[in-house]
């Protein structure tokens, strides 16, 4: 059992920065495949970022690639997600999720976290 909790949310003018933090308790994340995704306001739940267990890949969506990095602290039991030269169009709630299988798809995530707020005004 891993509980998320997601924070570092905020207000952002466009081409700002924020770093959200997901932080694990429960279970040591180094073993899970970790998710950030994101969900605007009448819209559907979209991949952003996921990496598997330690030396493995990371995979970005396309609309965020060269903007977002993703990052763990396996000492803290942190994940992260810095995200630069924002958009109006990066606003949404984003959530970190953990699971057994890395996917870019919701569905195999059994872990959530409750999500941060992301607003970036033009």
């Given at each position: 059992?891993?509980?998320?909790?997601?924070?570092?949310?905020?207000?952002?003018?466009?081409?700002?920065?924020?770093?959200?933090?997901?932080?694990?308790?429960?279970?040591?994340?180094?073993?899970?495949?970790?998710?950030?995704?994101?969900?605007?306001?009448?819209?559907?739940?979209?991949?952003?970022?996921?990496?598997?267990?330690?030396?493995?890949?990371?995979?970005?969506?396309?609309?965020?690639k060269g903007r977002f990095t993703m990052s763990r602290d396996n000492a803290k039991n942190t994940v992260y997600l810095q995200m630069n030269s924002l958009k109006p169009e990066d606003t949404a709630v984003y959530y970190c999720?953990?699971?057994?299988?890395?996917?870019?798809?919701?569905?195999?995530?059994?872990?959530?976290?409750?999500?941060?707020?992301?607003?970036?005004?033009?």
């Amino acid at each position: 059992q891993v509980q998320l909790v997601e924070s570092g949310g905020g207000l952002v003018q466009a081409g700002g920065s924020l770093r959200l933090s997901c932080a694990a308790s429960g279970s040591t994340i180094s073993t899970y495949a970790i998710g950030w995704f994101r969900q605007a306001p009448g819209k559907e739940r979209e991949f952003v970022a996921a990496a598997g267990w330690i030396g493995s890949s990371t995979y970005y969506a396309d609309s965020v690639k060269g903007r977002f990095t993703m990052s763990r602290d396996n000492a803290k039991n942190t994940v992260y997600l810095q995200m630069n030269s924002l958009k109006p169009e990066d606003t949404a709630v984003y959530y970190c999720a953990a699971g057994r299988t890395l996917s870019q798809r919701p569905g195999p995530y059994n872990y959530w976290g409750q999500g941060t707020q992301v607003t970036v005004s033009s």
